[in-house]
C-alpha cells in the first residue's frame, strides 16, 4: 500500500512532477533546434518512384520521444541520489513546490504558444509569445536562487494577521442547514430544472415551432419552484441523497441522447428512441420513488453486504467472461465477410494476413520467396489456427481473428482480477479497455476490418502479463523461463510488438536488480545470476530457434534479414509518416490530447513507482505497473510515428490498466462502502461509454438488436462525412480517369449500395467474390507446384481458387478493387528496385504464362496512370513487350512470353 502521508512519498512525488516538467521543456527545446536542423534522404529511399516521395514526411517525433524519456528518468535518477537526505524535509519540499509552479507556468505558456502558432499558421504574436516565456523560463532557472529570496521577501511582507483569517468553524453551524445540502440541493435543483425545460421543450416541439426564449424562462421558473419544493421540504421523499444520484443520473442521459441526436442528426433514430424512455422514466422515477427507493436500497444492500460478496463475485466473473464472449461472438461471420469484400474489398484483411498466409500455405518461404510485412510468425500462427475451424480460407480466418480476441479480452480481464483484487474496478476496466482498444473513431464498420489494430497483432503480450505477474508473487525462476519464451515468441510473431515486451522484461530485470532487497534474493548467489543471464539470452536465442523453425537454413542469410526489415526501413525514413500535430487541420484537438497524455502518465508512474520501489518504499509487487507502462511507451511509438487521427487508441490496454492501477492506489486506504461505492460508479461509467458508442451498437454480436444488423439503417454506420460505407473506395472515382469499357467489355460496373437484407448483401458477396472461369484458366496453364504470375486486384482470392503459389515476392503489388470497374487499380510498388526485381522474376520463371485483368490490354489508357501508378504501367508496358496473349478467362487474359 502507497503511503501517502509519508514525507519521503510526497518529497518523490514532487521530484517527479518537477522533473516530468522539465521533460516536457526539453521536448520543446529539442523540437525548436530541430526545426532549424535541414533533414536528409534516408538512402533506403532513394529508389522510390518520384509520386510516393511526395508521400515522404520525414520527421525527428520518434528521437524527440526518446529524448523525453530517457531525459526524465535520468534527472529522476540524478535528483534522487544528490537529495535522497533531503526528500522528507519540508524546507526542501516547498522550494521544490515553488520551482514546479514556476516552471509549469512557463511550460503551459510555451506549449499554449505552439498551439495557437499551428492553429493560425505561424501569427507573430504566437511566435512572440513563445519565445518570450522560453527566454522567462530560462532566465527563471538560471536566477532561480535570487527568486527565491525575493519570494520569502515577498512572503514575510504579504503575510496576513491570524485576526483578518476567517476561522475553521463552519459558519453553518446553528442554523439548521447541514453542510453538504450546499452542495446537493443545488444539485437536485439543476437536475430537475434541466429535466423540465427538456420535458417542455419535447411537449412544445409536438405542438408548436421551438421557443428558445420561452424556454429560458420555463428553465428560471423551474429553478424556482424546484427550490422552492426541496429547501421548503413539501416533497420529503426527495430530499435523499439516492434520490438526487438518480436523478442527477436521467438528466445526464438525457443531456447524452441530445447531444447525440445532434452529432447524428443525419440518422439519430437510436438516440431520439433513448431520449424518449429516458424522458418516461424522469416521470416515472418521481412518482414512484418511493416503491423504486427501496427496491434499490434492498439491491444496494444485497450487493454490497460482506456475507454475499464471494459469490456475488463468483457469479459476476462468469458473467462478465458470458459477457465478453458475446460481444465479440459473430452469429453471422459470412455476412461480416460479404460487408468487408464489398465495403472495402478485403484491403486491409488481405495486407494484414490473408497474402502471405496463403503464401506460406502453398509453400513459399516467408520473406524469401513472399514479403511478410507484419512479421513471419503471424502469418504462421494464424494459419496453424484454421486448420482446427476446417482449412485455410477468409471466413475461417475471420472465425480465428474473432476467437482470438475473445480469448485474449477473457485473459487480460483475470489478470486484472488477480492484479488488481477489485472485483468493481477489474469489470470497469476491461469494458473501458474494450471500448477504447477495439471501439474507437476509425473502426468503421467493425473492429475486425482492421486486424492490425486488434489483439491479433499483440496477443502474446497478456502471456507476458501473467509471467511477470506470478514471479512477482511466488518468485520462482520457471515465471522467468515463462516471460522470456513470451518476448521470443512475441519477437517471432511480430517483431514489433516482441521488442516492446523484450525491452519491457529487461527493464523488469533492471528494476529487481536496483531495489536491494530484491537484488539480494534474485542475484545473491552465482546460480541465480547464472539463471538470470540466461533467461536474458533465451529472448534472442527463442526467437532465433523459431525463426529457424519457419525458414529453415535461410535464418543465417544476410538477404533475409534485410527483407525482413526492408518494409520497416521505407516507413522510418519517412514514407507515410506524419507530424504530431496533424490531427489539428482536421479539428481533432482531443487526439492530440490524449496522444500526448500517454507517454506523459506513463513515465509520471514510472519516476513515482519507480523511485519509490528503489527506496524500498513499496512492495515489489508494484513492479508490475513499471512493466505495463515501458510496454506501453513502446507500443505508443505508432502513434508518435502517425500522431493523427486517434492511431492512440491502437495501443490503448497499458494506458488504460494503469490509469485503473492509479485508481486502485487512490482508494486503497477508504472505508469499504466507499471503495464499493466507487467501483460501482467506475462500472456504470464503462458500461455507458461503450453502449452509447455507436461501433459497439453496430457491431454485429449476438446483442445486436436488429434482424440485418449489417445493412439496417437503424445501426448500421455510415462512414465520417455522411459518406456510404459499401464501394466508398471506388465509387467517387473519376469518370476521366476510366476506360470506356471494363475487362469484360461492358460499360456497367455493376456497383451498388442498396441492399434490402444481409441475406442480398451475402448473395452479392458470393456473385463477386468467385472466379471460377479465371481460376480454371489457370490450373489448365501450370503445374500444381509451379509459381504463377498474376497481375490483378483480387491476386490472392484467384490464387486461392486456382490453388497456386503466387511468384512475385512483393504479393501482393495491387489494391483491390471491384473487378467490374472500368479504370486500373492502384499499384503497390513503391520503388524502381522493387519494380525490376518483379521482371527478373518474370524474365527467371519456367512458366511461360503471365496472368493479368483484360482491361489492361488497353494501351489507349489516360495519362495520368503514368504519373500516379508508374510502378503498375511498367510492369504492364514489359508483359505488352514481352508476351502475347494466348487464352482468355472471365476477367483474366493468359499471356504468353513470346517465342516460346
Known amino acids: 500500500m502507497l503511503q501517502r502521508y509519508d514525507p519521503t512519498v510526497r518529497g518523490v512525488i514532487l521530484m517527479a512532477l518537477l522533473v516530468l516538467v522539465e521533460g516536457i521543456q526539453v521536448v520543446i527545446i529539442a523540437g525548436l533546434i530541430s526545426s532549424f536542423v535541414p533533414f536528409r534522404m534516408d538512402p533506403f529511399n532513394l529508389d522510390l518512384f518520384p509520386v510516393n516521395k511526395s508521400s515522404l514526411k520525414p520527421n525527428r517525433q520518434m528521437f524527440i520521444y526518446h529524448i523525453f524519456i530517457m531525459a526524465s528518468i535520468l534527472a529522476q535518477a540524478?535528483?534522487?541520489?544528490?537529495?535522497?537526505?533531503?526528500?522528507?524535509?519540508?524546507?526542501?519540499?516547498?522550494?521544490?513546490?515553488?520551482?514546479?509552479?514556476?516552471?509549469?507556468?512557463?511550460?503551459?505558456?510555451?506549449?499554449?504558444?505552439?498551439?495557437?502558432?499551428?492553429?493560425?499558421?505561424?501569427?507573430?504574436?504566437?511566435?512572440?509569445?513563445?519565445?518570450?516565456?522560453?527566454?522567462?523560463?530560462?532566465?527563471?532557472?538560471?536566477?532561480?536562487?535570487?527568486?527565491?529570496?525575493?519570494?520569502?521577501?515577498?512572503?514575510?511582507?504579504?503575510?496576513?494577521?491570524?485576526?483578518?483569517?476567517?476561522?475553521?468553524?463552519?459558519?453553518?453551524?446553528?442554523?439548521?442547514?447541514?453542510?453538504?445540502?450546499?452542495?446537493?440541493?443545488?444539485?437536485?435543483?439543476?437536475?430537475?430544472?434541466?429535466?423540465?425545460?427538456?420535458?417542455?421543450?419535447w411537449l412544445w416541439?409536438?405542438?408548436?415551432?421551438?421557443?428558445?426564449?420561452?424556454?429560458?424562462?420555463?428553465?428560471?421558473?423551474?429553478?424556482?419552484?424546484?427550490?422552492?419544493?426541496?429547501?421548503?421540504?413539501?416533497?420529503?421523499?426527495?430530499?435523499?441523497?439516492?434520490?438526487?444520484?438518480?436523478e442527477t443520473l436521467i438528466t445526464?442521459?438525457?443531456?447524452?441522447?441530445?447531444?447525440?441526436?445532434?452529432?447524428?442528426?443525419?440518422?439519430?433514430?437510436?438516440?431520439?428512441?433513448?431520449?424518449?424512455?429516458?424522458?418516461?422514466?424522469?416521470?416515472?422515477?418521481k412518482i414512484f420513488w418511493p416503491v423504486i427507493g427501496n427496491a434499490g436500497k434492498t439491491v444496494y444492500i444485497f450487493l454490497t453486504s460482506q456475507r454475499n460478496t464471494r459469490t456475488l463475485q463468483a457469479a459476476g466473473d462468469c458473467f462478465l467472461i458470458c459477457l465478453i464472449v458475446a460481444i465479440f461472438y459473430l452469429p453471422d461471420p459470412q455476412g461480416v465477410l460479404a460487408k468487408m469484400f464489398v465495403g472495402e474489398q478485403f484491403h486491409h484483411i488481405t495486407s494484414f494476413i490473408m497474402a502471405p498466409a496463403w503464401a506460406y500455405v502453398s509453400g513459399c518461404v516467408l520473406d524469401v520467396d513472399v514479403i511478410s510485412r507484419y512479421g513471419i510468425g503471424l502469418p504462421v500462427v494464424l494459419t496453424t489456427l484454421t486448420k482446427f475451424l476446417g482449412g485455410f480460407n477468409y471466413l475461417n480466418m475471420l472465425l480465428v481473428m474473432m476467437w482470438v480476441c475473445i480469448v485474449y479480452f477473457v485473459l487480460s480481464y483475470i489478470f486484472l482480477r488477480v492484479w488488481l483484487k477489485s472485483f468493481t474496478l477489474a469489470v470497469a476496466a476491461i469494458l473501458m479497455g474494450i471500448k477504447v482498444q477495439m471501439f474507437y473513431t476509425l473502426t468503421v464498420p467493425q473492429p475486425l476490418t482492421y486486424a492490425s489494430g486488434t489483439p491479433v497483432r499483440f496477443m502474446f503480450d497478456v502471456l507476458f502479463f501473467f509471467s511477470i505477474w506470478g514471479h512477482l508473487c511466488k518468485q520462482k525462476t520457471v515465471y522467468l523461463w515463462a516471460a522470456s519464451l513470451s518476448c521470443a515468441g512475441a519477437i517471432f510473431y511480430m517483431m514489433e510488438t516482441g521488442l516492446y515486451l523484450t525491452t519491457a522484461f529487461y527493464g523488469y530485470l533492471f528494476m529487481y536488480g536496483l531495489v536491494p532487497s530484491l537484488r539480494r534474493s534474485m542475484f545473491s548467489s552465482l546460480k541465480s545470476r547464472a539463471v538470470v543471464s540466461l533467461c536474458v539470452l533465451s529472448v534472442p536465442l527463442g526467437a532465433l530457434l523459431f525463426f529457424g523453425m519457419a525458414v529453415g537454413r535461410h535464418v543465417i542469410d544476410h538477404q533475409f534479414w534485410y527483407n525482413n526489415f526492408e518494409f520497416t526501413k521505407y516507413f522510418t525514413g519517412g514514407l507515410e509518416l506524419g507530424p504530431f500535430y496533424g490531427g489539428l487541420q482536421y479539428g481533432?484537438?482531443?487526439?492530440?490530447?490524449?496522444?500526448?497524455?500517454?507517454?506523459?502518465?506513463?513515465?509520471?508512474?514510472?519516476?513515482?513507482?519507480?523511485?519509490?520501489?528503489?527506496?524500498?518504499?513499496?512492495?515489489?509487487?508494484?513492479?508490475?505497473?513499471?512493466?505495463?507502462?515501458?510496454?506501453?511507451?513502446?507500443?505508443?511509438?505508432?502513434?508518435?510515428?502517425?500522431?493523427?487521427?486517434?492511431?492512440?487508441?491502437?495501443?490503448?490496454?497499458?494506458?488504460?490498466?494503469?490509469?485503473?492501477?492509479?485508481?486502485?492506489?487512490?482508494?486503497?486506504?477508504?472505508?469499504?462502502?466507499?471503495?464499493?461505492?466507487?467501483?460501482?460508479?467506475?462500472?456504470?461509467?464503462?458500461?455507458?461509454?461503450?453502449?452509447t458508442n455507436h461501433h459497439f451498437l453496430s457491431y454485429p454480436n449476438i446483442l445486436n438488436f436488429s434482424r440485418n444488423p449489417l445493412v439496417d439503417p437503424l445501426v448500421a454506420e455510415e462512414l465520417p462525412g455522411r459518406r456510404p460505407y459499401f464501394f466508398h473506395k471506388v465509387w467517387d472515382y473519376p469518370e476521366n480517369l476510366k476506360l470506356p469499357l471494363n475487362s469484360l467489355g461492358q460499360k456497367d460496373e455493376g456497383l451498388t449500395r442498396d441492399f434490402a437484407s444481409d441475406e442480398e448483401l451475402k448473395a452479392y458477396y458470393v456473385q463477386e467474390s468467385?472466379?471460377?472461369?479465371?481460376?480454371?484458366?489457370?490450373?489448365?496453364?501450370?503445374?500444381?507446384?509451379?509459381?504463377?504470375?498474376?497481375?490483378?486486384?483480387?491476386?490472392?482470392?484467384?490464387?486461392?481458387?486456382?490453388?497456386?503459389?503466387?511468384?512475385?515476392?512483393?504479393?501482393?503489388?495491387?489494391?483491390?478493387?471491384?473487378?467490374?470497374?472500368?479504370?486500373?487499380?492502384?499499384?503497390?510498388?513503391?520503388?524502381?528496385?522493387?519494380?525490376?526485381?518483379?521482371?527478373?522474376?518474370?524474365?527467371?520463371?519456367?512458366?511461360?504464362?503471365?496472368?493479368?485483368?483484360?482491361?489492361?490490354?488497353?494501351?489507349?489508357?489516360?495519362?495520368?496512370?503514368?504519373?500516379?501508378?508508374?510502378?503498375?504501367?511498367?510492369?504492364l508496358e514489359y508483359v505488352k513487350d514481352h508476351y502475347q496473349p494466348y487464352a482468355y478467362g472471365e476477367f483474366l487474359v493468359a499471356m504468353k512470353r513470346k517465342g516460346e
Open 252 to 285: 445526464f442521459l438525457l443531456l447524452s441522447a441530445i447531444f447525440k441526436m445532434v452529432v447524428y442528426d443525419y440518422r439519430n433514430q437510436l438516440a431520439t428512441n433513448a431520449y424518449h424512455v429516458l424522458l418516461v422514466l424522469a416521470v416515472l422515477n
Open 588 to 691: 481533432q484537438f482531443w487526439d492530440l490530447l490524449i496522444g500526448f497524455l500517454f507517454p506523459i502518465v506513463y513515465v509520471l508512474t514510472i519516476l513515482i513507482i519507480g523511485t519509490l520501489c528503489v527506496l524500498d518504499k513499496i512492495s515489489r509487487k508494484h513492479l508490475m505497473v513499471l512493466v505495463l507502462c515501458i510496454y506501453g511507451l513502446g507500443a505508443d511509438h505508432y502513434y508518435v510515428a502517425m500522431a493523427t487521427a486517434n492511431n492512440y487508441y491502437m495501443r490503448g490496454l497499458p494506458f488504460v490498466f494503469v490509469i485503473f492501477y492509479w485508481i486502485r492506489l487512490a482508494v486503497i486506504g477508504l472505508r469499504r462502502e466507499t471503495r464499493q461505492g466507487i467501483g460501482m460508479a467506475l462500472v456504470v461509467f464503462s458500461t455507458y461509454a461503450l453502449w
Open 78 to 201: 540524478i535528483g534522487v541520489y544528490a537529495f535522497r537526505g533531503r526528500l522528507k524535509e519540508n524546507g526542501f519540499q516547498n522550494n521544490i513546490k515553488r520551482l514546479l509552479c514556476v516552471d509549469a507556468v512557463w511550460v503551459f505558456i510555451q506549449c499554449f504558444a505552439v498551439f495557437k502558432i499551428l492553429i493560425y499558421k505561424d501569427p507573430g504574436w504566437g511566435w512572440g509569445l513563445f519565445y518570450i516565456s522560453l527566454a522567462a523560463s530560462m532566465l527563471s532557472r538560471i536566477f532561480w536562487v535570487e527568486l527565491v529570496h525575493w519570494w520569502e521577501r515577498s512572503e514575510k511582507f504579504f503575510k496576513m494577521d491570524s485576526r483578518f483569517r476567517g476561522n475553521d468553524k463552519d459558519v453553518t453551524q446553528g442554523q439548521g442547514i447541514q453542510a453538504n445540502e450546499y452542495l446537493w440541493t443545488p444539485l437536485l435543483v439543476l437536475a430537475e430544472s434541466l429535466q423540465a425545460v427538456i420535458g417542455f421543450n
Open 770 to 875: 468467385h472466379f471460377p472461369k479465371d481460376a480454371r484458366l489457370i490450373r489448365s496453364l501450370t503445374a500444381p507446384a509451379q509459381p504463377v504470375a498474376l497481375i490483378s486486384s483480387f491476386e490472392t482470392e484467384i490464387l486461392m481458387q486456382a490453388d497456386r503459389k503466387p511468384l512475385f515476392y512483393y504479393f501482393r503489388i495491387l489494391y483491390s478493387r471491384p473487378m467490374r470497374m472500368r479504370n486500373f487499380p492502384t499499384d503497390e510498388i513503391l520503388t524502381t528496385v522493387q519494380l525490376q526485381k518483379l521482371i527478373d522474376q518474370m524474365q527467371g520463371s519456367s512458366s511461360p504464362y503471365v496472368f493479368m485483368e483484360r482491361i489492361f490490354l488497353n494501351s489507349d489508357y489516360p495519362k495520368a496512370y503514368a504519373h500516379d501508378d508508374p510502378g503498375l504501367i511498367g510492369l
Open 205 to 246: 416541439a409536438h405542438i408548436k415551432a421551438e421557443n428558445p426564449l420561452l424556454s429560458y424562462g420555463v428553465f428560471i421558473a423551474s429553478i424556482g419552484l424546484f427550490s422552492f419544493l426541496v429547501l421548503a421540504r413539501k416533497v420529503r421523499a426527495w430530499q435523499t441523497r439516492p434520490f438526487i444520484v438518480v
